[in-house]
C-alpha cells in the first residue's frame, strides 16, 4: 500500500512564504513524476508544478519565479517552497506520484490528502 502525506499548509500574510512536503511511504519499487496541484474553491484542480526523477522541472505560469519544485529521492520526499505568496494562491494543494510498487506492478498515479494554503491578512 503507497500513501502521500503532505504537511506544511496553513495561514500567512500576502507576501509571505511556506513550504510544503510530500513523503511517499509503503511499497514503492520506482518513483517517476512528482508534482503539486492545487484547487480553489468552486475552481478545478490545477498543476502547480511537477519534477522528473532526473531534476527537470516545469511550473505554471501563475508560480514561475514565486514557487520551486524539489525532490530528495532517498527519502521519496518532494517539496514546494512558496515564496511572494498572494491571496489568489489560497487553495488545497494535492501532492500527486506516480509510482511503480514493485518489479511486476505497472506506474500508478497517487494523490495525498490535501493541505490547505490560505493568504490573507
Known amino acids: 500500500q503507497v500513501q502521500l502525506v503532505e504537511s506544511g499548509g496553513g495561514l500567512v500574510q500576502p507576501g509571505g512564504s511556506l513550504r510544503l512536503s510530500c513523503a511517499a511511504s509503503?511499497?514503492?519499487?520506482?518513483?517517476?513524476?512528482m508534482g503539486w496541484y492545487r484547487q480553489a474553491p468552486g475552481k478545478q484542480r490545477e498543476l502547480v508544478a511537477a519534477i522528473t526523477s532526473g531534476g527537470n522541472t516545469n511550473y505554471a505560469g501563475a508560480v514561475k519565479g514565486r514557487f520551486t519544485i524539489s525532490r530528495d529521492n532517498a527519502k521519496n520526499t518532494v517539496y514546494l517552497q512558496m515564496n511572494s505568496l498572494k491571496p489568489e494562491d489560497t487553495a488545497v494543494y494535492y501532492c500527486n506520484a506516480d509510482i511503480k510498487a514493485s518489479i511486476l506492478t505497472r506506474l500508478r498515479d497517487y494523490w495525498g490528502q490535501g493541505t490547505q494554503v490560505t493568504v490573507s491578512s
Open positions: 509503503g511499497s514503492i519499487f520506482i518513483i517517476s513524476d
